[in-house]
């Protein structure tokens, strides 16, 4: 039997899962990036090796997330894919019928048209950041709730507050306006979950013809509230996966998987050992920020270079 | 006064017929404004409005430069659109910087005339004659055909060269040579030859390879540097590029088909959108009906004809079912950004493309 190793770094949370061969998963790991994708990655592949036999052979690597190139590059990843191929591959795995993927992540939000099981069109958000997780991550701390909790304090309004949409500039100053008006806690919460879905439907699915079945995911899918204002706005059913936080690093891991390159992975590597170094190039007026990875001394790999110039000054 | 030193903006490797234009209809010096960088893109954007399209503050960037190097006459063309208002705006800010310098625009109000270029150069050099002017230009746009030509041929190519980087060294070649053209006959032999050239790199080229047309507006259609090489990125996924907007289009073919366009999407535009927004609704259906794997349409943030056209685009590719993404630059455009839905489509056409 043969296994893969699929990991997603995002800006906000790094997750892990090891497949076996029929695609099933074997282990799975959740934790904040907080900041650090290398030291991010190094625990969830220390928290996969607690959940499996050590012996079973891990032959392919895919990385996908913001930083897949980064932990790719280290990890010496078979695959390194991009988050919406691998959002959409994983979440085929499991519901072949989807035509929709409505996906809000801590930094960035995307939509998923499909049709037959092959992408049709896509769109990811492009200038601001409303709508995504932290910006409900920063709002309910100003209003003193955890925002795990945001979903179900928000399902006992009765009559949500509204609040502005369009832009989390408005949003937020439309949300302090509201409270000092005196609107009740859980009407605003309920307001800003129904915000958050709106907005990402007039900016993120502009346009897009949006058909059932319809799933949910990326880290503010476990939120009841947004999911429940997605069902009202659209009408329709919207299904959250239980493995929806997830998706991306199983598609990534079945990427690892289809594709023919067999490496033996080994999980006991240490990140310590290798040293990122991002600079600017002065070589011409460019000025490209190059990003080098070196491990021990030696040098691995870089990116963000255009020209020979560049060249010179990363081997330095 | 002093001798006077001739520059103007950059446009893909067009600075090589308008500075052979130039040289040959002026007495002047011609400076050719240092190769577009991150740098001439930030001093174009501290000086240019904030909100203005990204080719303004290029543009403005290369004026800049060029001045800063001693040039002091300035060209700027102009265009159905806010391009019709570059020249007076970016006069304006130049002048309240504190250069000196003379500023001609070549356009007269929307169009481009022969007889107000003529005027124009004619200040520049009080004893051109017609003859000569019309002869260099006709021999400068004759030029700029053959280099658009050779171009969509690179573009055809370049994705399945077998040695990296030959299409481009006989590009640099073509251009350095055109350069020194001594007339009509000698002009059209080095273009022969350099088809040749061109033809003769030996590729791998697969029969159903990924197809691909660029629409858009036209300066990130023609000016590499500001879509972070879109068609290099392309090539190195081995696509074949189709791409509609060069000079020679907008100079000639833009008006001699504008109505055979809007009879093969009567169903979708009556009238023209300004600039090249009912081209580019054109091209979606053309690029559809012609078996293309996908579409990508590219303009600058806040460019106004192409908002127009946007949704008329998106109406007619799902219609025709063409997988089509958009993409708007400025100067906050993040390029990872660019390369994440760049690979995200890659993947996605080549899906549809195993699927049929």
């Not at chain 2, 009567?266 to 559809?288: H, Q």
Request: aromatic share 12%; with cysteine.
């Amino acid at each position: 039997m043969e296994y893969f190793l699929g990991i997603d770094i995002g800006s906000v949370s790094t997750k892990g899962v090891v497949l076996n061969e029929k695609q099933e998963v074997v282990a799975e790991s959740y934790l904040y990036t907080k900041g650090n994708p290398m030291d991010a990655a190094n625990r969830v592949i220390q928290e996969l090796r607690g959940q499996i036999d050590e012996k079973i052979p891990i032959v392919g690597v895919g990385t996908t997330g913001s930083a897949r190139k980064l932990i790719g590059t280290i990890l010496n990843a078979t695959v390194i894919k991009n988050e919406i191929t691998a959002h959409a591959i994983g979440t085929l795995s499991f519901y072949p019928e989807v035509r929709t993927i409505l996906e809000i992540g801590g930094q960035d939000s995307k939509i998923i048209l499909l049709e037959n099981q092959i992408v049709t069109d896509y769109a990811m958000n492009t200038l601001c950041a409303a709508g995504t997780g932290a910006f409900l991550s920063s709002q309910a701390e100003r209003l003193g709730v955890p925002v795990e909790d945001f979903g179900k304090i928000a399902l006992t309004s009765k009559s949500p507050t509204n609040i502005a949409a369009r832009c989390t500039v408005f949003a937020e100053s439309d949300l302090v306006h509201k409270i000092q008006m005196g609107y009740k806690k859980e009407d605003i919460i309920a307001g800003l979950c129904k915000s958050v879905a709106s907005n990402y439907l007039n900016n993120v699915a502009k346009g897009k013809k949006i058909q059932g079945p319809i799933i949910f995911q990326g880290g503010v899918s476990k939120n009841v509230g947004v999911q429940k204002a997605f069902e009202e706005l659209l009408g329709e059913e919207v299904f959250v996966s239980p493995k929806g936080h997830l998706m991306g690093a199983i598609g990534v891991a079945i990427l690892a998987l289809r594709s023919k390159k067999r490496t033996l992975f080994q999980p006991n590597f240490d990140y310590r050992a290798f040293e990122t170094k991002g600079f600017q190039c002065n070589r011409c007026a460019n000025h490209c920020e190059i990003i080098s990875v070196r491990k021990n001394n030696t040098f691995i790999d870089s990116w963000g270079n255009r020209c020979e110039k560049g060249n010179l000054m990363i081997q330095k | 006064m002093n001798k006077k030193i001739i520059s103007f903006p950059h446009l893909g490797s067009y600075s090589v017929p308008i500075e052979f234009l130039l040289t040959h209809i002026t007495p002047h010096e011609v400076l050719i404004a240092p190769k577009i960088t991150n740098k001439t893109l930030e001093l174009g954007a501290k000086y240019a409005p904030d909100t203005v399209c990204i080719p303004f503050k290029y543009n403005l960037g290369n004026y800049i430069e060029a001045l800063e190097l001693g040039a002091n006459v300035l060209f700027q063309a102009g265009g159905g659109c806010r391009y019709g208002y570059y020249s007076e705006v970016q006069e304006k800010i130049l002048k309240d910087l504190g250069y000196t310098f003379e500023f001609y625009s070549l356009v007269d109000v929307d169009r481009f005339k022969v007889s107000y270029m003529y005027k124009t150069f004619k200040k520049l050099n009080p004893h051109l004659s017609f003859f000569k002017f019309f002869y260099y230009l006709v021999l400068t746009v004759l030029m700029v055909f053959y280099m658009d030509r050779l171009d969509s041929l690179i573009r055809k190519n370049i994705g399945f060269e077998i040695e990296h980087g030959l299409h481009q060294e006989v590009k640099k070649d073509f251009l350095r040579d055109f350069k020194k053209t001594k007339g009509f006959f000698h002009l059209h032999r080095m273009f022969r030859m350099y088809k040749k050239k061109i033809l003769r790199i030996p590729i791998k080229k697969p029969e159903n390879c990924l197809k691909v047309g660029i629409i858009g507006e036209l300066y990130t259609a023609m000016e590499p540097f500001s879509t972070y090489f879109l068609e290099m990125e392309l090539a190195k996924m081995n696509i074949e590029v189709k791409r509609f907007t060069d000079v020679t289009y907008l100079l000639f073919l833009k008006a001699l088909r504008r109505r055979k366009m809007l009879r093969d999407i009567s169903k979708y535009c009556t009238y023209t959108l300004g600039a090249d927004g009912m081209d580019n609704v054109w091209r979606t259906w053309y690029l559809a009906k012609n078996h293309y794997d996908g579409i990508i349409h590219t303009k600058p943030f806040g460019c106004t004809p192409e908002i127009g056209a946007i949704p008329i685009i998106d109406k007619v590719a799902h219609d025709e079912k063409i997988p089509i993404i958009y993409f708007s630059f400025d100067t906050q455009t993040s390029e990872v950004g660019v390369k994440t839905r760049l690979e995200a489509f890659y993947d996605m056409i080549l899906a549809q493309k195993g699927a049929q």
